[in-house]
């Protein structure tokens, strides 16, 4: 569904990506794996169009998305969660999830959308109308992937969902990101705690100094002695 | 009297008890870890330490001293400091301007503050970033350059604010190692994390909060065997690979 080939991402005369290559298919949950500084959110955030890549292409089905707007890419299906949250402090969890379904098609199906979300996440429903500022950090990353959601995204894409949680909410997360996958929703993920993320992926890259330098199953990289050492500190 | 003594400290945000009746002693040269789910109120009782908020109630004695109505940087100079679980470098300063801002806490010569940056720097293991701003650096070297402004302004006692979150667990490692080094050189360390690997390896004892109120204390080898810490906080008992 989305083939990222030879991609260059520069900041100024930086270089961070230098050609990185990888596939997503449908209803799978893929992981790219790698240290900080090694591309990982930059290469995200070329996807979502936030960035333009020098070289390369990445498509979309049949589409060549990679010099298009990241609203164009949001209205095609692929959604990217932030590191970090940035969630709309001032507003109430629900405007923050209307913030999440802004263009035509989303807003239709709005109402039925936002159900699905509160279904994922009981605790948002509860908290409908409190400022999202006041949320408590796990509420704060539930409300993140639920605005994603309200865009009803085919691909969704998650920077460190698990920053910053509780053990308790960390495993909570990973749950949900499982359940989203299984409704049908494909999923690609970037995270610090590659031992849940690869346990929960059917794939994953390792990306190292701007390049794709490993790719397998999650059980092979879980196995592998270079990813144990350098990832996992076993 | 312990370096550190809380007594019966307590800080409400309107209705809600933030922080409820926390008494603790920190011992000089000690490691000690504060674990809790999010919201329990461990960076507000930073806060209530360290002069950002002040307690409702209770008692906060650094060095035999009561601290009261004592702003943060009076009580920088008194030799305990924190680092925020955001770092918040100057980004359009380099690494060694950001160190020598630090270092002007214990001196007025610019000079001699910029000797104690370099030696911080290279201690924290940046020397070979000393003229790149803050911009350019990784999280994990942002990191370490909050670690080294707070090392510079020479503390007594260290607070740390989640400097794990966001490193994998190799670089956890290479942290955890460095602030070993920091505890040999007499410093005391108060640590926030929820990065267990970092708790496990460093405290020497854990307390753990829950609703602004302290449910538990001892050796982290018994709190993580505690049922109502992994209950609140651990969700399963510690000891897996991906902790």
């Known amino acids: 569904m989305l083939k990222v080939k030879g991609i260059e991402v520069f900041y100024g005369d930086l270089q961070a990506l230098r050609g990185v290559s990888l596939d997503v298919n449908q209803g799978e949950i893929v992981t790219i794996v790698g240290s900080n500084g090694a591309g990982k959110s930059t290469t995200l955030m070329a996807i979502s169009g936030v ?128 359940e989203i996958n299984l409704q049908g929703t494909t999923i690609l993920l970037v995270e610090q705690n590659v031992f849940h993320s690869l346990t929960l992926s059917h794939r994953g890259y390792v990306l190292e100094n701007g390049s794709i330098v490993l790719s397998g199953t999650g059980q092979e990289l879980l196995k592998d002695q270079h990813i144990r050492q350098s990832y996992l500190g076993l | 009297m312990s370096l550190l003594e809380l007594k019966a400290v307590c800080k409400n945000f309107g209705g809600l008890k933030a922080v409820n009746q926390v008494s603790l002693g920190l011992e000089e040269g000690e490691i000690l870890g504060i674990i809790g789910p999010n919201g329990a109120g461990k960076t507000t009782l930073f806060n209530a330490i360290t002069g950002f908020y002040k307690p409702d109630d209770g008692e906060v004695w650094f060095q035999k001293e009561r601290l009261i109505d004592l702003k943060p940087h009076q009580i920088c100079k008194k030799g305990m400091v924190r680092t925020f679980q955001i770092v918040k470098p100057f980004l359009e300063l380099t690494v060694l301007e950001n160190v020598v801002i630090a270092a002007l806490n214990r001196t007025k010569s610019v000079q001699e503050a910029t000797e104690r940056a370099l030696k911080t720097i290279e201690f924290v293991g940046l020397k070979d970033k000393v003229d790149t701003l803050g911009t350019g650096l990784t999280l994990p070297h942002r990191k370490r350059l909050e670690l080294a402004r707070a090392l510079a302004t020479e503390p007594k ?33 108060l640590l926030i994390e929820h990065v267990m690997r970092g708790v496990m390896a460093l405290s020497q004892r854990v307390i753990v909060l829950n609703y602004g109120e302290k449910i538990a204390e001892g050796v982290p080898q018994e709190v993580v065997k505690n049922r109502q810490v992994i209950e609140a906080y651990l969700g399963e008992e510690f000891g897996n690979a991906e902790s």
Request: hydrophobic content about 40%; cysteine-free.
């Open chain 1, 51 to 178: 960035l333009k890549p020098k070289r390369g292409e990445i498509q979309l089905g049949q589409d060549f998305i990679h010099q298009y707007s990241s609203s164009k890419i949001v209205s095609l299906g692929i959604v990217q969660i932030p590191e970090g949250r940035q969630l709309f402090p001032t507003l109430t969890v629900v405007e923050n999830l209307e913030m999440g379904s802004q263009f035509p098609k989303a807003k239709k199906v709005r109402k039925e959308t936002m159900q699905w979300v509160f279904k994922l996440f009981p605790r948002l429903e509860e908290r409908e109308n409190q400022l999202a500022g006041t949320l408590s950090g796990g509420e704060q990353q539930m409300l993140a992937i639920g605005r994603g959601l309200m865009s009803r995204p085919t691909l969704l894409m998650l920077d460190e969902p698990s920053l910053g949680l509780s053990p308790i909410l960390v495993k909570a997360i990973f749950d949900i990101i499982k």
């Open chain 2, 157 to 189: 006692l260290l607070l740390l604010d989640e400097v794990m979150a966001g490193l994998t667990p190799t670089e956890v490692d290479e942290l955890i190692r460095l602030l070993k080094k920091v505890n040999e050189k007499g410093i005391t360390i």
